[in-house]
């Protein structure tokens, strides 16, 4: 156990829908990371928050947003979802920086049908 | 994009014999990360080899880094049908202000260990 909690496991929903992912950190880490896996794009780093600041912005599309909340708990937004959007989105954590080892949440499964 | 492309892309041996897997990065990093990943669950740290190291072991993981190459190895030896997993290398990127705010993963290399 990483430590790292994403709910829900898995979502199904259909196109032009809005969805939320949660993730708690391991408790006591500051930084929290949100990836995408899907089999063609691999594993694409979206966004880092920092003590409740964005930090680091990737691949991330407009239709997504995200926010770190004062107790560290993160959200990512996405909407009006589209069918390329199904894919692994895993929350990560580290105590401050990525050059530390991140803990990662076992994901929350996205299926846009 | 991916930073780090690993090599094989699929990898299948039998149990008992050692898996090399290799990864080649683009740009300078501080640091290079190795994670495992079982089917459809989350990444496992497995080892970080620093920039000014050469080689890092852990149980039976033993690392290399070359930077002059950009390259790295990770060495399995006398594998278990339990190492069947997908492995992951990840670069650092630092920002300006200091301190690496994400890894950058390649597309990772099956592991299958044949009982």
């Known amino acids: 156990d990483s430590g790292v909690t994403q709910t829900p496991k898995h979502l199904i929903t259909a196109t032009g829908q809005r969805v939320t992912l949660r993730c708690s950190p391991r408790?006591?880490?500051?930084?929290v990371y949100w990836y995408q896996q899907s089999l063609d794009q691999g594993l694409q780093f979206l966004i880092q928050y920092y003590n409740g600041e964005e930090r680091a912005k990737g691949n991330i599309l407009e239709r997504f947003s995200a926010q770190q909340f004062p107790d560290l708990h993160s959200e990512l937004n996405l909407s009006s979802l589209e069918l390329g959007d199904s894919a692994l989105y895993f929350c990560?954590?580290?105590?401050?920086?990525?050059?530390?080892?991140?803990?990662f949440g076992s994901g929350t499964q996205l299926s846009v049908l | 994009s991916q930073q780090g492309e690993e090599d094989p892309q699929a990898l299948s041996i039998q149990e008992g014999e050692n898996a090399t897997m290799n990864c080649s990065y683009k740009?300078?990093?501080?640091?290079l990360q190795w994670y495992r990943q079982n089917s459809g669950r989350g990444l496992v740290h497995l080892i970080l080899?620093?920039?000014?190291?050469r080689e890092k072991h852990s149980g039976r993981l033993r690392v290399t880094l070359d930077t002059s190459k950009k390259s790295s190895s990770l060495l399995i030896t006398a594998s278990r049908a339990a190492d069947t997993a997908s492995y992951f290398c990840a670069t650092d990127a630092w920002n300006s202000g200091g301190g690496a705010d994400r890894l950058t993963f390649g597309k990772g290399t099956h592991l299958i260990i044949q009982p």
């Open positions: 740009t300078s990093i501080n640091n």
């Open positions: 990560a954590s580290s105590p401050w920086a990525a050059d530390e080892k991140l803990f």
């Open positions: 408790s006591g880490d500051l930084s």
């Open positions: 080899i620093r920039s000014n190291e």
